[in-house]
């Protein structure tokens, strides 16, 4: 199975700042790395699929980037309706599997 | 637009079983393969299962296999979660989500149904 370690687990930040996560997969899984966003109670919403691709509606502040094992997702100038948590997600390999999580707080 | 809607959740006790059902409209049911991801309270995201767009091809994962199974009927634009043998480890919201194409990555996602094992 393969193990997406995210980084940081948790991140204040403040609105207009740039921010970085990474996921880091623990063998290569080429492009198949997407990343979702969920705020409370809500479902999780697709941002970026294939590590650079955006989804349909997603803000241009979103952008991600990557292959083989390592891959960031980039909100730039970050807005307070950006907090959330973050989630990487591979399915380049069976079983799927899920990056921890990266819960940002908007200061 | 996409919509996806989740039912059948509830509270039940260990060993006993649980059938899921997800209706599915908005789009062409019977071309995407579809997931099952869920979420324990307080908890991140564990993907469930997978299945073809024709139900031809069903993958799990190993927290769930030989317990769950996977279906679905596209002539009524729904897909199933059966739930045997239910463990208190199984709590969580049961999602379930649209594939990208067939063997993707979960694009749209329902509101979830909660599912309690509890004695």
């Known amino acids: 199975e393969i193990v997406l370690t995210q980084s940081p687990d948790f991140q204040s930040v403040t609105p207009k700042e740039k921010v970085t996560i990474t996921c880091r997969a623990s063998?290569?899984?080429?492009?198949?790395l997407h990343w979702y966003q969920q705020k409370p109670d809500q479902s999780p919403k697709l941002l970026i699929k294939?590590?650079?691709q955006s989804f349909s509606g997603v803000p241009s502040r979103f952008s991600g980037s990557g292959s083989g094992t390592d891959f960031t997702l980039t909100i730039n100038s970050l807005e307070a309706e950006d907090a959330a948590t973050y989630y990487c997600h591979q399915s380049s390999s069976l079983p799927y599997t899920f990056g921890q999580g990266t819960k940002l707080e908007i200061k | 637009q996409v919509q996806l809607v989740e039912s059948g959740g509830g509270v039940v006790q260990p060993g006993r079983s649980l059938r899921l059902s997800c209706a599915a409209s908005g789009f062409t049911f019977s071309s995407y393969g579809m997931h099952w991801v869920r979420q324990a309270p307080g908890k991140g995201l564990e993907w469930v299962a997978v299945i073809s767009y024709d139900g031809s091809n069903k993958y799990y994962a190993d927290s769930v296999k030989g317990r769950f199974t996977i279906s679905r009927d596209n002539s009524k634009n729904t897909l199933y979660l059966q739930m045997n043998s239910l463990r208190a480890e199984d709590t969580a919201v049961y999602y379930c989500?649209?594939?990208?194409?067939?063997?993707?990555?979960?694009?749209?996602w329902g509101q979830g149904t909660m599912v309690t094992v509890s004695s």
């Open positions: 294939y590590a650079s």
């Open positions: 063998q290569s899984i080429g492009s198949s």
């Open positions: 989500a649209k594939d990208l194409t067939d063997y993707g990555a979960p694009d749209i």
